[in-house]
């Protein structure tokens, strides 16, 4: 996935936010232990310089040091080696992810490595289970294999630094695959990019940083990127895959329309502003992230972010609910508890006031500039609230 070149502030801001971890790691990061792992793109660099080693000593390796960008370097571990015969070398590395969650990590990446006719030539394409690129918008052409700039840059690197002599005369061929990547791909967002067959071979740094919150911030701008080389005029945000599905029931949009916004919604929105062709945004999700959305608050996982039962319970007294209904939900234990006093006592405008008071403060945090819907699901996928009512 693309950073944005610009310093962009939200992004550096959200970079900074703690995120709410499982215990183990939790304890890890306090403790400064959290293990980084690498990208795609440097497993593949990996594997590739292990090939070339190969091929042109005729004896596999067992580790390599990979060049990354900024002046770093790595060591990574050569899986295995194979002479495919007809001059060509198969290497492989096991990506590893570190202690970051990733759909990629454990995954075999492949390099194959060969000589070509063509002096000095290097071309390097992506072979099974590297996606291909079907859809505008990631830079990257249309038709050519999800690898993107900086590890081609990486790739292009390990071929000179191991076969300089041998590109005097003789060009190199090398095809990075996946042998699981098709499936791999159905857990991340490739199918909604427009990137089919496979998985990206991505990385900017060439390290995985653990539970990077930029990373997610990029995902969300990488699919905007998307939608508006699509030419999209109305995106849907979701705050996660559920309630996704929920939306994609209601509106019928193709997949590049929808992005998973997650706990970013202030983000989100503003980067929508910024995209010329969006007009329309609409927002999905369930009672307690529209909850705090409602109250203003632009991050919802953020520490100290807590669902205040004061606001719910004001919100009911606009809404005209008795006394007694109000004290219950200043009393209330969740969200979705006040939901439940609510339905229960048929206070029948305050979801749409919720939906409402959204609304406005995305609206605001837009600038105006965008048409701002917000729909409310039942854990079920029933519309419990929608503003503007339909």
Same mark, same amino acid.
């Given at each position: 996935?693309?950073?944005?070149?610009?310093?962009? &502030?939200?992004?550096?801001?959200?970079?900074?936010?703690?995120?709410?971890?499982?215990?183990?790691?939790?304890?890890?990061?306090?403790?400064?232990?959290?293990?980084?792992?690498?990208?795609?793109?440097?497993?593949?660099?990996?594997?590739?310089?292990?090939?070339?080693?190969?091929?042109?000593?005729?004896?596999?390796?067992?580790?390599?040091?990979?060049?990354?960008?900024?002046?770093?370097?790595?060591?990574?571990?050569?899986?295995?080696?194979?002479?495919?015969?007809?001059?060509?070398?198969?290497?492989?590395?096991?990506?590893?992810?570190?202690?970051?969650?990733?759909?990629?990590?454990?995954?075999?990446?492949?390099?194959?490595?060969?000589?070509?006719?063509?002096?000095?030539?290097?071309?390097?394409?992506?072979?099974?289970?590297?996606?291909?690129?079907?859809?505008?918008?990631?830079?990257?052409?249309?038709?050519?294999?999800?690898?993107?700039?900086?590890?081609?840059?990486?790739?292009?690197?390990?071929?000179?630094?191991?076969?300089?002599?041998?590109?005097?005369?003789?060009?190199?061929?090398?095809?990075?695959?996946?042998?699981?990547?098709?499936?791999?791909?159905?857990?991340?967002?490739?199918?909604?990019?427009?990137?089919?067959?496979?998985?990206?071979?991505?990385?900017?740094?060439?390290?995985?940083?653990?539970?990077?919150?930029?990373?997610?911030?990029?995902?969300?701008?990488?699919?905007?990127?998307?939608?508006?080389?699509?030419?999209?005029?109305?995106?849907?945000?979701?705050?996660?895959?559920?309630?996704?599905?929920?939306?994609?029931?209601?509106?019928?949009?193709?997949?590049?329309?929808?992005?998973?916004?997650?706990?970013?919604?202030?983000?989100?929105?503003?980067?929508?502003?910024?995209?010329?062709?969006?007009?329309?945004?609409?927002?999905?999700?369930?009672?307690?992230?529209?909850?705090?959305?409602?109250?203003?608050?632009? &991050?919802?996982?953020?520490?100290?972010?807590?669902?205040?039962?004061?606001?719910?319970?004001?919100?009911?007294?606009?809404?005209?609910?008795?006394?007694?209904?109000?004290?219950?939900?200043?009393?209330?234990?969740?969200?979705?508890?006040?939901?439940?006093?609510?339905?229960?006592?048929?206070?029948?405008?305050?979801?749409?006031?919720?939906?409402?008071?959204?609304?406005?403060?995305?609206?605001?945090?837009?600038?105006?500039?965008? &048409?701002?819907?917000?729909?409310?699901?039942?854990?079920?996928?029933?519309?419990?609230?929608?503003?503007?009512?339909?």
């Amino acid at each position: 996935m693309f950073l944005d070149k610009d310093k962009d &502030q939200d992004l550096e801001k959200l970079a900074e936010q703690e995120q709410k971890l499982p215990p183990e790691i939790e304890e890890k990061k306090r403790k400064g232990t959290l293990r980084t792992g690498y990208t795609t793109g440097t497993t593949a660099t990996a594997a590739t310089k292990g090939a070339l080693y190969a091929l042109i000593n005729g004896k596999p390796i067992e580790r390599v040091a990979v060049s990354l960008p900024k002046g770093k370097t790595a060591t990574l571990k050569i899986a295995w080696t194979k002479n495919e015969g007809n001059g060509k070398v198969t290497c492989a590395a096991i990506k590893d992810g570190g202690d970051d969650p990733d759909a990629t990590h454990g995954a075999e990446i492949c390099s194959t490595v060969s000589f070509s006719k063509n002096a000095t030539n290097i071309y390097i394409d992506g072979g099974k289970g590297v996606g291909r690129v079907t859809k505008p918008g990631l830079g990257l052409e249309i038709g050519k294999a999800a690898i993107n700039p900086t590890p081609l840059k990486m790739l292009e690197q390990a071929v000179r630094e191991v076969a300089r002599d041998q590109l005097e005369n003789q060009g190199i061929d090398v095809v990075i695959s996946v042998p699981n990547g098709e499936e791999i791909a159905k857990k991340t967002d490739n199918p909604r990019l427009g990137i089919l067959g496979g998985i990206s071979i991505l990385g900017t740094t060439g390290l995985v940083l653990p539970y990077s919150t930029a990373s997610f911030a990029a995902s969300i701008r990488q699919g905007l990127d998307v939608a508006t080389a699509m030419d999209a005029d109305s995106v849907v945000l979701t705050t996660g895959g559920r309630s996704e599905d929920f939306a994609k029931e209601m509106f019928k949009l193709p997949d590049h329309c929808f992005i998973q916004m997650g706990d970013f919604a202030g983000y989100s929105i503003k980067q929508c502003a910024n995209k010329m062709t969006i007009r329309q945004v609409i927002i999905a999700g369930f009672i307690g992230k529209l909850t705090k959305m409602a109250m203003g608050i632009k &991050q919802t996982h953020v520490a100290g972010s807590h669902i205040d039962m004061e606001f719910m319970a004001r919100l009911a007294a606009d809404c005209d609910a008795p006394q007694n209904v109000i004290d219950e939900i200043n009393s209330a234990n969740t969200a979705r508890h006040v939901s439940e006093i609510v339905k229960r006592n048929n206070i029948l405008s305050y979801h749409d006031q919720l939906c409402k008071r959204v609304a406005e403060q995305m609206h605001e945090h837009a600038r105006g500039q965008l &048409q701002i819907e917000v729909v409310l699901f039942e854990f079920d996928g029933t519309v419990i609230g929608r503003y503007p009512k339909k």
